[in-house]
């Protein structure tokens, strides 16, 4: 039986093919009787096809329309040859047109209603009934068309949201979320969450986005996590007091469903907070122990005296500190040497030494080396030391804390922290004082054998120098200088073995490049709480 299908029409799309054009002729010629309508200057309608050269035309040229009125003073219905159309039905809403397109096959024609049922002036419906053998099935409105293939295999035509054309089954569905997702983890800034999706019923087989979203109150203003659409999410310090959903979203091409989870409890602060956590932004820093919550990478990379194997170091998970054991393990009674101090500020300068006879020491004859019962690494004040090349340059002020001890009397001018190119240096004068470099000089106090924390501002119109949280005077000299920081050497004042090189242990170095007057001595709490130096 047919189907109706209404639409308002100004234009009819009549399709053809050159050997059915006998034929054709014959269907537009009753069409245009039967709607009355009639051509400028009544000429019949064969007559202008052949004005046109249809009837001689090659494969594939394109034709023009054929401008026809339905009686005089009405407006202009237009009647459009097209060679080879796609079957189907389709409305052309550019001008307020409708467009009939069906290829004429023996199991698919097309008929229209008397014309006393059209009136194009006034845009009255035209009917247009579609006879199909096929079962015309319209289950999504407007998208979808179900077809016979030639070997009677039935498919539905669907066509999606960008544009895109699928031949499915007829008993295809779109999607449907009949859970909804959930969240486990915990509930700490720097834990890990994981979403586990709900179930969906849907064919073709929908595809899943995940989006995690964020709410200051857990109910409203929920809003994207940019990048955060995989299955798992950490959560970062933009998180602390805030909560948590994830939305799926599952789609195919007959329609998509999103579903929401339920909202997390309030995000607390990370259950462990480094010094970097609380004083973030620093330009390098190098520790035994773990600096901020974030930070994924090892310590060190050490070296074993037995067969010069190297393996990395990180920090035990419930202590945050070296990780001793493996540390150990790996030496296996024998000596282990750093050959690798990792950067823990997330700017990447590692300080590294690939010279074996220069690298400092961590291990001595399978135990860690400790100063006060925490990790040290131990520079012999002859050619050991570790050394990084910034990737910028930068400008005073900066400031530093130094976690150290001396093994043994120093000689004068032995470099604690040294510089890579341009002056910026901590090192001990000829009086075996402590002495800041930056192209002048500037001497403090005398040096103490002990674990000790020393805080030094590079800074020409500013310069200030701390032993232990209490601020030392000049003793000589009139000015630090106005170099740059442009890198740092551990355990020497120049890079290379040509002197200058301190008997120390060096536990945590922490470089600002910018003024920390106001944080010092919140920082020296944090560092002196840890090592208990004073």
């Excluded at 550019?94 to 006393?116: M, Y």
């Excluded at 620093?282 to 994924?296: D, E, I, M, N, T």
């Excluded at 690298?359 to 050394?387: C, H, M, R, Y």
């Excluded at 922490?510 to 002196?528: C, F, K, L, M, P």
Aim: with cysteine.
């Amino acid at each position: 039986m047919s189907t109706p299908i209404k639409i308002e029409a100004q234009k009819l799309e009549i399709p053809f093919v050159l050997s059915q054009f006998e034929k054709k002729k014959l269907e537009i010629a009753a069409l245009v009787e039967s709607l009355d309508l009639i051509f400028e200057g009544e000429q019949n309608l064969y007559d202008v096809l052949l004005d046109l050269g249809i009837d001689t035309v090659a494969e594939g040229e394109n034709y023009d329309s054929i401008d026809v009125t339905k009686g005089a003073g009405v407006a202009p219905v237009s009647i459009k040859l097209t060679e080879h159309p796609q079957v189907g039905l389709s409305v052309d809403t550019s001008e307020g047109t409708a467009i009939v397109a069906i290829e004429a096959v023996s199991s698919l024609g097309v008929t229209v209603e008397p014309a006393n049922d059209i009136d194009v002036q006034t845009k009255q419906q035209l009917s247009v009934s579609v006879v199909n053998p096929n079962e015309y099935v319209n289950t999504q409105p407007d998208r979808t068309l179900v077809l016979t293939s030639e070997n009677g295999t039935k498919f539905l035509v669907a066509v999606g949201n960008d544009g895109t054309l699928a031949a499915i089954p007829p008993t295809s569905t779109a999607p449907s979320i009949t859970t909804l997702p959930t969240i486990s983890g915990t509930l700490n800034v720097g834990e890990t969450l994981t979403a586990t999706a709900g179930n969906v019923s849907g064919d073709p087989t929908p595809t899943r986005v995940l989006q995690w979203q964020r709410s200051d109150n857990g109910t409203t203003g929920w809003a994207d996590i940019s990048g955060a659409t995989g299955t798992t999410y950490l959560l970062g310090s933009l998180d602390e007091d805030k909560y948590i959903r994830v939305a799926q979203t599952e789609e195919n091409i007959l329609g998509t469903a999103t579903a929401n989870s339920a909202s997390t409890g309030q995000i607390q602060p990370a259950a462990f907070s480094g010094l970097l956590d609380d004083y973030p932004n620093a330009a390098a820093a190098y520790s035994l122990r773990k600096l901020r919550v974030l930070y994924s990478g090892d310590a060190i990379v050490v070296r074993r005296a037995s067969d010069n194997a190297t393996q990395s170091i990180g920090f035990d998970a419930l202590t945050n500190e070296l990780d001793t054991a493996s540390l150990e393990s790996f030496c296996a009674g024998t000596d282990g040497f750093v050959t690798t101090w990792y950067d823990q500020s997330g700017n990447g300068y590692d300080a590294a030494q690939t010279t074996a006879g220069s690298q400092p020491k961590i291990v001595s004859s399978g135990s860690t080396i400790l100063e006060n019962g925490k990790a040290a690494v131990q520079f012999d004040g002859g050619s050991d030391q570790l050394t990084s090349t910034f990737g910028t340059t930068y400008n005073q002020p900066t400031y530093s804390f130094l976690t150290h001890n001396f093994t043994s009397a120093p000689s004068a001018f032995d470099g604690l922290i040294g510089s890579i190119g341009t002056e910026h240096r901590l090192i001990m004068d000829a009086s075996l004082l402590y002495t800041l470099q930056a192209g002048g000089a500037l001497r403090y106090n005398q040096y103490s054998t002990n674990q000790s924390l020393v805080s030094y501002k590079m800074q020409a119109s500013d310069p200030k120098l701390f032993f232990n949280g209490t601020q030392q005077l000049v003793s000589a000299g009139t000015q630090i200088g106005t170099s740059g920081l442009q890198g740092v050497i551990l355990g020497g004042i120049t890079s290379g073995s040509g002197g200058g090189n301190t008997p120390a242990q060096i536990q945590e170095l922490v470089i600002y490049g910018s003024d920390q007057d106001s944080n010092r001595t919140d920082i020296e709490t944090n560092i002196n709480d840890f090592y208990t130096i004073c």
